[in-house]
């Protein structure tokens, strides 16, 4: 491994965590929007 794939590696790792953390935020906003429609936490 040289130092692109080991930063290549690391990118991934980050836009994994980061995409993971979003669509579970999307999830829990479009259920909370059912159930209530007025309140919406950020």
């Known amino acids: 491994m ?3 794939d080991i930063v290549m590696v690391i990118a ?3 836009f994994a965590r980061l995409g ?3 669509v579970t935020r999307y999830i829990n ?3 909370n929007n059912k159930d209530q429609d007025d309140a919406q936490d950020f």
Do not use: A, P, T, Y
């Open 12 to 14: 991934v790792i980050l």
């Open 2 to 4: 040289n130092g692109f």
């Open 20 to 22: 993971v953390r979003l």
């Open 29 to 31: 906003m479009k259920k």
